[in-house]
C-alpha cells in the first residue's frame, strides 16, 4: 500500500493509492479500502453499484425517497455509506434499511453480499460522458491538481492507468460474478433510460425494491429528483469546491459530443468494440 505517481503522456501527473494493486485517490485511507470484502451486511441492505461518475448520487436520492415512501430530500450525502470512505465500524452506526454505495471491482465487493439478502441495484452510464464527467470532476479536485488536457485525460482514461480500473474491465469484472448472484436480487439500471423516462424507470426500480407506492407519490418523486432541481437543494450540504458543487455538474446525456473530436471519437469506438466484444452490454454504446 503506497503512494504512486501517474504520468499522461504529455507529462502531467497525478497521485494516486495503490491498495492490492488496484489505484483509488490518494486522500482515502488503505485499511479502510483493503476491508471493503469483510464489511458486514444486512438482509435489508440496498448496495448501490458501478463506476464513478455513473450517476450515483442521483440514484442514491431517488432510492431514499423510495425506502421512505415519500419525496423528500434526505438531509445528508451519499458519503455516509461509501464503503471506500466509511470502516466498518461507521457502517455499522447507520440505521437500517442503509442505503450504500460503492465503486470497486465486482470481485472486491464485500463477500457477504453472495450470503445475504442484500439488493443490488447497478447503474451504467455511457463510457464517453463519464470520461468527460470525471475530466471535469478531477480538474477541480483540490487534493491533486491535474493540469492535463482533455486528450491527456483520454489517453489515462481508456489505459491502464486509471483509479479503480478502467471502464472496461469494471463492467467486465461484474459480469464475471453476476452470474453466481441471485437474479431477484440484481438490478442494472441504465443512466441514459432514467433520464428518458424517468417515471417507467423509477416505477421498475419501485418494483424490485418490493416498494408500492401511488403513483402521485411517483409522480413527486420524478419531480423532485430532476437534475437541476436537486443539485439546487443539495447544493446546501454538499461539498463544494472553489464554490461548486463537487458531485453534480450538468447531468446530461451526450455531453460527450462536445468535447470528443471525431478522430477521438474513432479511436475510443474502436476500442470499444475490442474491450467489449463478447460482453451483455456490448451493443448498449456501440456506434457505426
Known amino acids: 500500500m503506497a503512494e504512486k505517481v501517474v504520468t499522461d503522456k504529455s507529462g502531467n501527473t497525478m497521485t494516486v493509492l495503490d491498495v492490492d494493486g488496484v489505484w483509488y485517490p490518494r486522500t482515502f485511507c488503505a485499511e479502510t479500502l483493503s476491508s471493503i470484502p469483510s464489511v458486514s451486511l444486512r438482509d435489508d441492505d440496498i448496495l448501490l453499484y458501478g463506476y464513478p461518475r455513473s450517476g450515483h448520487h442521483w440514484l442514491f436520492e431517488i432510492v431514499n425517497m423510495l425506502v421512505s415512501r415519500t419525496a423528500d430530500y434526505v438531509p445528508f450525502t451519499l458519503e455516509s455509506g461509501v464503503l471506500e470512505l466509511q470502516p466498518d465500524s461507521s457502517l455499522r452506526r447507520l440505521p437500517s434499511p442503509r442505503v450504500l454505495t460503492t465503486h470497486v471491482q465486482a470481485h472486491l465487493l464485500p463477500r457477504e453480499l453472495q450470503q445475504r439478502n ?171
Open 118 to 288: 442484500v439488493k443490488t441495484v447497478h447503474i451504467i452510464r455511457d463510457p464517453r460522458d463519464v470520461a468527460v464527467s470525471w475530466f471535469h470532476f478531477y480538474h477541480a479536485y483540490p487534493a491533486d491538481k491535474y493540469e492535463g488536457t482533455w486528450d491527456d485525460w483520454l489517453h489515462l482514461f481508456t489505459s491502464n492507468k486509471f483509479m479503480w480500473c478502467t471502464w472496461f474491465d469494471h463492467i467486465r469484472s461484474f459480469e464475471e460474478v453476476c452470474e453466481s448472484l441471485d437474479p431477484s436480487r440484481l438490478y442494472i439500471i441504465f443512466y441514459e433510460d432514467l433520464k428518458k423516462n424517468p417515471l417507467e424507470e423509477i416505477q421498475k426500480l419501485a418494483r424490485f425494491l418490493e416498494i408500492d407506492l401511488p403513483r402521485d407519490v411517483l409522480e413527486e418523486i420524478v419531480q423532485k429528483s430532476e437534475f437541476s432541481k436537486m443539485k439546487s437543494v443539495k447544493d446546501e450540504i454538499t461539498e463544494k469546491w472553489n464554490g461548486k458543487p463537487a458531485q453534480y455538474r450538468k447531468g446530461i446525456v451526450g455531453d460527450w459530443m462536445n468535447t470528443f473530436t471525431p478522430s477521438q471519437e474513432m479511436m475510443f469506438q474502436d476500442l470499444y468494440r475490442k474491450r467489449m466484444q463478447g460482453s451483455m452490454f456490448q451493443a448498449r454504446y456501440e456506434h457505426p
